[in-house]
């Protein structure tokens, strides 16, 4: 596989004995500047960029042979080529919807590179593997489709990788609403589990028998989205917040804006649809958060840095189960991040406030969930409302055993936890099978 860069950096120039070719140029992974870039607007964020662990990175790491060229090279042989568009930050930026944004999604890419493409010579990937956006939502797909009908370039000379994992189903769906047959070809997969988390959290503490756990679960949340407000104002309306490690920001704090409590009670209504009495029970516990205890802090109490890439021990070891809130809940997607597989990589169960099917996904990727040890009837409901209250619900049920019983029931599934964890080092399916269809 040959992959082209419009910037890449050097790394080492090598002689040869061909006159013809006097010397070889090898080049980094990373590029100078990355593709896609070309011609941007200096006042606003660069919308390509890195999100680690990129696909050389992972081509790298799982010894595929491949081959860095300049787009100039790339061009010049008479070889087919890859150009990757690696997505940074939230698709209103890559698309070009931004307001006072001027770019489309091909707008950086060079004239050589889309004619190379119209002829079939270079497939152009997209590659957005660490987000797992609702591409009706964000119109994803009307943009690429858009876009490719006005550089006259090839649907099957166009690849999307999406952490959405039902990205393809979704593509399909698409086609069918917009009586298109002539799709292009869409690729589930998260680069996140292929990251090394070792490097990130090199030391593991598996507390078999749970001697330094002393409270109740792990609930770590950075940026205030709606869905983890309402989560975390209904744990606190039922005094489940307390013997927990929980963090959340308070509005100053923030590296987002809050949504105000008028939203919040819109979104109770319209998106959970949740009875009168539990929504005004859960307003006044929102309220007495913000005015009493924001902000939760546990391991940090700098809120501007994403902690993707950092990890502590202790946090798992002085906690029972995890209760994990995906940054997507009420979107047409199925993301799986970081945020389940630091959990797996401590030997931790957990409880998903995700969209629906996120457990069954899970177990088709081969991993094992904690039925009958945890009630995982909610990821099967597809109500918002009721399948928040469900895990509001199983979060009650454990919390109101004693850690004596917590200690028993975590030594109960400790193999699976075993299990999920050598199966997180070991898994490159899901790689294996996007490098085929690629290749």
């Not at 013809?20 to 964020?45: A, R």
């Not at 009168?276 to 391991?299: A, F, G, Y």
């Amino acid at each position: 596989m040959i992959f082209a860069f419009d910037f890449p950096k050097i790394r080492e120039e090598l002689n040869t004995d061909n006159p013809l070719h006097p010397s070889t140029i090898l080049y980094e992974n990373w590029p100078s500047k990355f593709n896609g870039l070309i011609g941007i607007q200096d006042n606003i964020p660069k919308y390509f960029g890195p999100a680690p662990p990129s696909f050389i990175d992972l081509l790298t790491g799982y010894k595929k042979q491949f081959q860095i060229m300049s787009s100039e090279e790339a061009i010049s042989l008479c070889k087919p080529f890859y150009y990757i568009l690696e997505t940074q930050g939230p698709p209103e930026g890559w698309l070009g919807t931004q307001e006072n944004y001027h770019n489309t999604l091909l707008s950086g890419v060079s004239k050589e590179i889309i004619e190379s493409t119209k002829k079939g010579k270079c497939t152009i990937i997209l590659w957005s593997s660490n987000e797992g956006y609702d591409p009706f939502q964000y119109k994803i797909f009307d943009k690429i489709y858009e876009e490719l009908e006005n550089f006259e370039i090839p649907k099957n000379k166009f690849v999307f990788v999406s952490a959405n994992l039902i990205i393809n189903d979704l593509n399909r769906a698409w086609g069918s609403i917009n009586d298109k047959n002539n799709l292009i070809k869409c690729i589930p997969f998260n680069n996140e589990k292929h990251d090394d988390y070792k490097k990130m959290q090199e030391n593991v503490i598996f507390d078999r028998y749970c001697d330094d756990k002393d409270n109740y679960f792990l609930l770590l949340n950075r940026a205030p989205r709606i869905h983890r407000m309402a989560l975390v104002s209904w744990l606190h309306s039922k005094k489940l917040l307390e013997n927990t490690l929980t963090s959340f920001p308070s509005e100053e704090l923030a590296p987002y804006n809050f949504s105000k409590k008028s939203h919040l009670s819109k979104y109770f209504s319209n998106m959970l649809s949740i009875d009168r009495n539990t929504k005004s029970d859960v307003l006044k516990s929102w309220s007495d958060l913000e005015k009493n205890h924001l902000p939760l802090i546990v391991d940090v109490e700098e809120w501007s840095t994403n902690h993707y890439g950092t990890s502590a021990d202790w946090l798992y070891s002085k906690t029972f189960f995890s209760v994990v809130t995906e940054s997507v809940y009420d979107d047409v997607s199925i993301f799986l991040d970081e945020k389940i597989w630091k959990p797996i990589y401590n030997y931790h169960p957990f409880i998903i406030l995700g969209t629906p099917h996120c457990l069954r996904k899970l177990k088709e990727l081969g991993f094992e969930t904690f039925h009958p040890f945890i009630d995982e009837s909610y990821d099967e409901e597809i109500n918002h409302g009721k399948r928040m209250s469900m895990i509001v619900n199983e979060i009650e049920r454990l919390c109101k055993m004693d850690f004596e019983m917590l200690k028993d029931w975590y030594q109960n599934l400790s193999h699976i936890l075993e299990y999920n964890r050598e199966h997180l080092h070991n898994d490159r399916e899901d790689f294996d099978l996007l490098f085929r269809i690629l290749n």
